[in-house]
């Protein structure tokens, strides 16, 4: 039935030649799926979908006794490795989408390479693809030198140009009487199967050739990318480099083609690419973790699409490289945006904590620490805020041991190490507002933003050289006693908390 | 070797026959590729409209992005309804709209990734998971993944005709397409002030009180909604052309967006035409060959463009010494 279909699919234009009519009843392609996708549906058994035993798939995957699952995957780990490398340098130079436009305009060389003697004969596809490729770049330099026009418009203009090119000739290959064993629809969503040992000694090839030609110039492309003008000043062609890199790209492209499809390559070079990014500062370091997670990325989609009875490649790679990109996003121990909004998340928190033990301390100064307790009102007028506020965060202080509460709930009370903590950070802030009134030579009414911004993060070493520097001060700018070392370090017990490190020198990144 | 690579080329081109190719579609063959065209001219008119903004304000690659994203907002909103009907359709293609728009800017304002990686990343990523729904559910049915790629414009006069009372309007993908059109079309003529402003001088847009987010959403969603209605006759990748090309072109021919609007809708014309003839021809996908008519117009007014046109520019410079230097008269 499929078959049938995918025939009359192809012939409507002969069809209509000939004067036959015979597909009046078939309604469009997209409406023919969308009527007969009910029909499984209504079914709904997702399981029909795939019948053989997935287990047993699962097995032959891992034990790769098949032939073409052995080449299958070794072709998507090799392109995982072309991919990862030469991606990493388009992402860092921003021009990340001459790779979209790179892979679009290769398909009329595939077309073409076709064409060449009718078989698919891999070294006349390569050929093809890459000239057309190159070609491709070209008209998109020129393009952008010799009009007007803007990059993007540019690019777009070649990668659906070139594209709608090659879509002619393959639906003029796919009508000869030859065409429709030609396999040169795999070209557009991949099929890693299909691979055959000839293609895997190509991709080896070219994979090798772009590793050596990298490690060898890295150097120059390493400059070249990041700052152009230095690198041509110091004499490197940069010119001659950039069209070297287009070329190892068009390489790349073409090797990944068979496995991924024409559409999905440029996402095999960004994605990998953008997570290794999000994930170190080093290029090395980025091209070593892109090239993995393009491996990780091939292996996952020939492995799914092997598991799934031979579903196109391409789309699987790419889910498994967004799934990478989209962790590295999430999790980067630097970059990433949850990790990096739970670290603003405690920063705030200890910098609340760190104020309101501030405020405690200055109640208690005020008094000349005669009572120990401080009562909430005292505290809330002190800290300008409504009493229910102060209320809540001390509740929060006390849940953390940080404060004690007596008589009725109604005064406060320091724990040692919190009196301890207290006398730290008033420390840090009266000492860098000495600092800013004598060597900055600050106002003494315009040092206090700036002290209670820094007393933060101020760590034990830099207090240190502040207290040398200021010979061992007794008194801030305000007429206030400084805590000196005394004070903090008679307190027992010893500071232990994770919360209390920031303050004492270490680990001041770490919350 | 050589002797029968010449012999593939020369049967690969079929003869070309004057009243085969540009009679017979339109006496022998009742109004069918008079649907075509009139489909292609649609397409590519409501396209090359909102592709004039495209280009002006430097996101045609975020056409591209969503000339993509839109398949799995369709296979949703397909698989949610069951039906064919256009209203779930435009809804999921809204959705896809607006939620890779949205994509685009997270991945790039909250990290250090930049936007052309964001972009690439977003869209491959929406169109991989639209075929896997579409090839996992739909297997049995068969689709064609080309289809998707390409679509498949011969099919359109094969549709039933869109009935108001008795009288049979058009091909329902006709039909729905010339009302797009329209939509796109008066939308923006009455915001056409609005969207001049903004695309040319976002700044004085934000201070005369124009919200300039919200014509970008704006834009988005009205590009998304032409996008999935041409989709089943162009496809996902050759929609790109033909946002593009159009406006491309008359950006070269003209400094003044009503004139560029013009010569789009007279691009539109001459590559569906074209485009159609070409097709026949060379027995090849029609919907492509429209876009390679386009892209050869594009090439003539690149070349041959009396301003700038690279041929002009060469004599120019052989005549005047002065010239020559000169990159950009204006």
Redesign the interface.
């Known amino acids: 039935m499929n078959v049938g279909k995918r025939k009359r699919g192809y012939h409507v234009v002969p069809a209509f030649r000939n004067g036959d009519h015979r597909h009046h009843g078939v309604p469009g392609l997209l409406f023919l799926f969308f009527f007969y996708a009910t029909l499984p549906l209504q079914a709904a058994k997702i399981g029909d979908v795939v019948q053989t035993d997935l287990a047993e798939q699962a097995i032959r995957f891992f034990t790769f006794k098949d032939p073409s699952l052995r080449y299958a995957l070794l072709g998507s780990l090799l392109l995982g490795i072309s991919c990862g490398l030469l991606g990493s340098f388009i992402v860092v130079r921003k021009i990340a989408l001459m790779g979209d436009a790179l892979s679009h305009a290769v398909l009329p060389g595939v077309a073409a390479g076709f064409l060449w003697n009718s078989t698919k004969d891999p070294l006349a596809i390569f050929v093809g693809a890459t000239l057309a490729g190159l070609l491709g770049t070209l008209v998109v330099t020129w393009i952008k030198q010799t009009t007007k026009l803007k990059e993007d418009a540019a690019l777009g203009m070649v990668l659906a140009s070139f594209f709608a090119v090659g879509i002619c000739l393959i639906t003029m290959i796919q009508k000869r009487p030859t065409g429709h064993k030609s396999g040169v629809d795999k070209f557009l969503f991949g099929q890693a199967a299909a691979l055959s040992q000839q293609d895997i000694i190509l991709m080896l090839v070219t994979t090798l050739l772009s590793i050596a030609i990298i490690s060898i110039l890295y150097k120059g492309f390493l400059v070249a990318s990041f700052d152009a003008g230095f690198a041509r000043a110091i004499g490197f062609p940069v010119k001659a480099l950039h069209h070297l890199l287009m070329l190892l790209l068009a390489f790349s492209i073409v090797v990944a083609l068979q496995a991924v499809g024409v559409v999905l390559v440029s996402a095999m070079l960004i994605t990998p690419a953008a997570a290794a990014y999000l994930l170190t500062d080093r290029m090395h370091r980025m091209l070593v973790l892109s090239a993995l997670f393009g491996m990780f990325a091939g292996a996952v989609g020939a492995f799914l699409s092997f598991w799934g009875n031979n579903m196109p490649t391409g789309p699987f790679m790419v889910m498994g490289a967004s799934a990478v990109f989209m962790c590295a996003f999430l999790f980067s121990p630097r970059h990433g945006i949850v990790i990096r909004s739970r670290r603003h998340q405690n920063r705030t928190r200890r910098i609340q904590r760190e104020n309101m033990l501030k405020s405690i301390y200055r109640v208690l100064e005020d008094r000349d620490f005669k009572d120990e307790g401080v009562s909430l009102t005292e505290l809330a007028q002190a800290r300008r805020e409504p009493i229910e506020d102060t209320q809540k965060y001390v509740a929060d202080l006390v849940r953390l041991d940080d404060l004690t509460l007596g008589e009725n709930d109604n005064l406060i009370y320091f724990t040692p190490a919190s009196y301890q903590h207290a006398c730290i950070i008033v420390r840090n802030h009266r000492l860098w507002e000495l600092y800013l009134t004598n060597e900055a030579h600050y106002a003494a009414d315009h040092v206090h933003e700036d002290a209670e911004k820094i007393e933060h993060i101020l760590g034990e070493e830099t207090v240190r050289l502040l207290e040398k520097k200021l010979r061992h001060p007794r008194l801030d700018p305000h007429g206030k006693p400084i805590p000196g070392i005394k004070d903090v370090a008679d307190m027992t017990p010893a500071i232990n908390r994770p919360g209390d490190r920031a303050a004492t020198g270490c680990g001041e990144r770490r919350l | 070797?050589a002797s029968?690579?010449m012999n593939?080329?020369t049967t690969?081109i079929p003869p070309f026959d004057f009243h085969?190719v540009f009679i017979q579609p339109w006496t022998?063959?009742g109004t069918?590729f008079v649907w075509v065209a009139i489909m292609g001219f649609l397409v590519t008119t409501a396209c090359g409209v909102i592709g004039n903004y495209l280009?002006l304000r430097?996101?045609?690659?975020v056409?591209?992005a969503i000339s993509h994203s839109v398949l799995p907002g369709m296979a949703i909103a397909?698989?949610f309804t069951?039906s064919?009907a256009s209203w779930p359709m435009f809804i999921g293609a809204l959705g896809a709209g607006i939620v890779t728009t949205l994509i685009i800017e997270v991945?790039h304002t909250?990290?250090?990734?930049?936007q052309?990686?964001a972009?690439?990343?977003t869209f491959?990523?929406l169109?991989?998971?639209g075929?896997?729904l579409?090839?996992?559910?739909?297997?049995?049915?068969?689709?064609?993944?080309?289809?998707v790629?390409?679509g498949?414009i011969?099919?359109?006069p094969?549709?039933?005709f869109t009935r108001i009372g008795d009288a049979a309007i058009a091909p329902e993908?006709v039909f729905v397409m010339g009302i797009v059109t329209l939509f796109a079309i008066t939308l923006i003529m009455l915001f056409y002030k609005e969207l001049l402003v903004s695309s040319f001088d976002p700044g004085l847009a934000t201070s005369i009180g124009l919200n300039p987010h919200l014509i970008h959403y704006g834009l988005m969603c009205l590009l998304s909604v032409v996008v999935v209605s041409a989709?089943?006759s162009v496809g996902a990748?050759?929609v790109?052309?033909m946002?593009?090309?159009p406006?491309?072109t008359a950006?070269?021919l003209s400094h003044r967006l009503p004139v560029m609007m013009g010569l789009t809708i007279v691009h539109a014309l001459l590559s569906s035409l074209v485009g159609l003839h070409l097709?026949?021809w060379?027995?090849?996908?029609?919907?492509?060959?429209m876009?390679?008519a386009?892209?050869s117009l594009?090439v003539l007014a690149?070349w041959f463009n009396p301003d700038?046109g690279?041929l002009w520019?060469l004599f120019k410079k052989r005549l005047d010494p002065i010239y020559a230097g000169e990159r950009?008269p204006t």
């Open positions: 070797m029968s690579t593939h080329v690969f085969q022998d063959y069918t280009v430097r996101m045609s690659l056409g591209d397909f698989f069951r064919l991945i909250k990290s250090r990734v930049k052309d990686s972009i690439g990343i491959s990523t169109f991989a998971f075929v896997i579409i090839v996992a559910f739909a297997d049995k049915v068969h689709l064609d993944q080309e289809c790629l390409y498949e011969n099919f359109i094969l549709y039933p993908p989709f089943e990748i050759l790109i052309a946002l593009i090309l406006a491309a950006y070269l097709g026949i060379l027995n090849s996908s029609i919907a492509a060959s876009v390679v386009g892209a594009f690149w700038q690279l520019r950009d």
